[in-house]
Every structure is written in C-alpha cells, then in structure tokens.
C-alpha cells in the first residue's frame, strides 16, 4: 500500500473507479509489466466498506509518516552539535548518518569515559564471555549491555559485510568460521571489531582508514609470514633452521 502505484489505484477505488482496465493503467515503473496480472488482481468486488477501511488504513500511512518526518527533524536539530562526530563515524562501513545518531546518544563523544576500547566494548555488552572450567572452555556468550547500541551495531555488521572492505572481509572470514548458520554470530562479532573501530575515530577525532578487503590474505601470505612457518615446518621435522640473505 505504501508504493506510488498501489496507492494511486486504492484512491481510485475509493473515488468509485471500478474498471480493472483503468485501475492497473495506473501501475508506474517496473509495475507496468505485470499490468496483465494487475488487472485479474483488480476485477472484484469492493464496496462502501471497502473503500472505509481503505480510507483509514491510508490516513494511519499518512499519520505515521508525519510522525516519522517530525521526529527525524526533531533528533537532527538534537544532534546538531555533533555533526563533525557523525560525519566521522559515517566513514566506517556500515555505519550511515542515523546509525551514528544513535551511536552517540547511546554512548557521546567523549572517550575518556572509557580508558581503552575493550572497555567501551565490554560496556556495551560486546566481549565474548569467558566460561572456562577444568581447562574446558563452555561459551562465549556475551555479557548483557546496552541493547540499543548492539542492535544498531548488528544491524551495521550485516550491512559492511556486504562491502569490499576490511570489515567486508571480517565478517565473512567470521561467517566462514561458524558456519552457513553462523551468520547471526559473525555478526556480533563484527560488532565487536565495529565497536573498536568507534573507540578510535572518537578518541583520536579522525575518519576511519581502511585496511583494505585483502588485509587478511596479504597478512597470511607475506614473504615474512611463508618464511616463519617453513621454519617452523623445517624445525619440526628436526632440522637446525639458519638464514642468510641471498647475496645482492
């Protein structure tokens, strides 16, 4: 009901328009493909009290709208003295000008509230637990925090995973760890790597620095890394490792 096109034929309903030929005409956009099934959708019958309900149902659309246009207006006068704050927070992946918003009103713009990022991470309920008993380690639930600010953060880990970027690539390199179900865990713990990321561009007042989508693969593949474990793998077969540069 909220399309241009569903919300022009219901208002020609309510205006007497019975026509199944003239109500799916007024399909817009892509729609105006489907005009055929439109019009078997349109053929029926709708009555006085049809065209009521309709009438109502748009009038709450409309009301609940303005409700929304007026509290936007309301929270971007309100977060007026942090502009800079959520232009920098907008530059991490995932995190666009309302996720911001509602990152600052959870936890500000002062960072000397908590010493270090682990501790804003662990306040906001976004440390993996630790449950270890006898040398077992039984779950790594986390702690119970702020709500809020984890929702919005789960919400903007689904949406930098679908980016070319470095917190793109950790959260699928998290998904490719638990599992085709572990999406829901991949993204609480992109949440965490997000929360941290937060800490930094808050602290330190400068826009977030992209590690690039291929941080992880140039990590395990670099010369210095191939050349740590070949030693290791030599030693373990128990040999006496010595290296020596290659003359110039």
């Not at 991470?121 to 986390?142: D, F, I, Q, V, Y």
């Not at 290791?232 to 010595?242: M, N, P, Q």
Request: glycine share 8%.
């Amino acid at each position: 009901m909220t399309t241009l096109s569903a919300r022009d034929m219901i208002e020609a309903l309510i205006n007497g328009e019975r026509d199944p030929g003239v109500l799916a005409e007024l399909a817009r956009g892509r729609m105006r493909g489907k005009i055929p099934d439109l019009k078997m959708a349109c053929a029926g019958r709708f009555g006085a009290q049809h065209a009521l309900m309709c009438t109502l149902h748009l009038e709450h659309i409309d009301h609940l709208v303005d409700m929304i246009a007026r509290l936007d207006t309301r929270i971007d006068e309100a977060t007026l003295p942090f502009v800079t704050h959520t232009e920098l927070l907008a530059t991490i992946p995932g995190i666009g000008e309302r996720a911001a918003q509602v990152i600052i009103s959870e936890i500000g713009v002062d960072m000397t509230r908590f010493p270090t990022a682990a501790h804003l991470a662990s306040w906001a309920g976004l440390c993996p637990g630790n449950n270890e008993s006898a040398g077992k380690h039984r779950s790594g639930r986390t702690r119970k925090g702020s709500k809020e600010l984890c929702a919005v953060l789960t919400e903007c880990a689904w949406s930098a995973g679908r980016t070319s970027t470095y917190v793109g690539a950790q959260f699928r390199r998290f998904h490719r760890r638990f599992g085709k179900k572990g999406g829901k865990k991949a993204a609480t713990a992109t949440a965490h790597t997000l929360i941290v990321i937060i800490w930094h561009v808050l602290a330190e007042t400068t826009a977030y620095r992209d590690l690039g989508s291929d941080y992880f693969t140039r990590r395990i593949d670099s010369p210095e890394v191939r050349k740590r474990r070949l030693v290791r793998e030599l030693e373990a077969l128990g040999h006496k490792v010595t290296i020596e540069p290659t003359a110039a």
